[in-house]
């Protein structure tokens, strides 16, 4: 069954501080990897997408990487408005459709 | 460039009342749909998808049901609302498979 778990569950860090989010997953045939960004009371926002292991993504101050097992999502010297709830989806070629599986999310808040 | 609505943002309800939350799409043709729920602190889960006008899949059995009269158009909707129906209503587009899927901003739906 396909699976995504994601740690940790709550996230605290100082401006500046730099830190990693991870992502576990299993998936029967790995169509893309996604993370995204999530505000309070509003929809996902799409960050990044992850095709094959080794495979690398930055946006500002985010970095996406990727293993056969798990995704990375690094975080650089992060400012208060990068506080937000982080999810990883695995899409997988099972199905017949492009089911994504969620994980429950990292929530990060970033003190000045 | 694309964008996705939905409406109502927020709904308050009586246990026993019928819903229907509509999510539209601009600036693209025959995408997959998709609704999905998220209950507080946890991920998003699959309820409807549909590749076409007509076509819908339910991934787990419960009070809902899902209609797409038009390509761009995705409708939710109950006959008797529950309590357990209570949560945030996203509705998600996706052009060619694996380059993601993007969220509208939700509908908060409050059952009492």
């Known amino acids: 069954e396909d699976q995504v778990t994601q740690s940790p569950e709550a996230l605290r860090l100082q401006e500046g501080e730099s830190s990693s989010l991870n992502c576990s997953y299993t998936v029967s045939g790995l169509r893309g990897l996604f993370w995204y960004r999530q505000d309070p009371g509003k929809g996902p926002e799409f960050l990044f997408t992850?095709?094959?292991a080794g495979e690398e993504k930055e946006k500002e101050r985010l970095k996406a990487t990727l293993t056969k097992k798990e995704s990375f999502l690094h975080i650089t010297a992060p400012k208060p408005e990068d506080s937000a709830t982080y999810l990883c989806?695995?899409?997988?070629?099972?199905?017949?459709?492009?089911?994504?599986?969620f994980g429950a999310g990292t929530r990060l808040a970033v003190h000045p | 460039s694309q964008t996705i609505h939905q409406w109502p943002a927020t709904l308050v309800q009586p246990v026993g009342s019928p819903l229907s939350l509509e999510c539209t799409v601009e600036?693209?043709?025959?995408?997959?749909l998709y609704w999905y729920r998220q209950a507080a602190g946890r991920g998003l889960q699959l309820l409807f998808y549909s590749v076409g006008i007509g076509q819908i899949s339910s991934e787990v059995p419960q009070n809902l049901s899902a209609s797409r009269p038009q390509d761009r158009q995705f409708i939710l909707s109950s006959k008797k609302l529950l309590l357990s129906d209570s949560g945030f209503y996203l509705c998600?587009?996706?052009?060619?498979?694996?380059?993601?899927?993007?969220f509208g901003p939700g509908t908060r739906l409050l059952v009492l």
């Open positions: 600036g693209t043709s025959n995408p997959n």
């Open positions: 989806a695995v899409q997988g070629f099972s199905g017949g459709y492009n089911k994504l599986i």
């Open positions: 998600a587009w996706e052009g060619l498979a694996g380059l993601g899927q993007y």
């Open positions: 992850l095709y094959s």
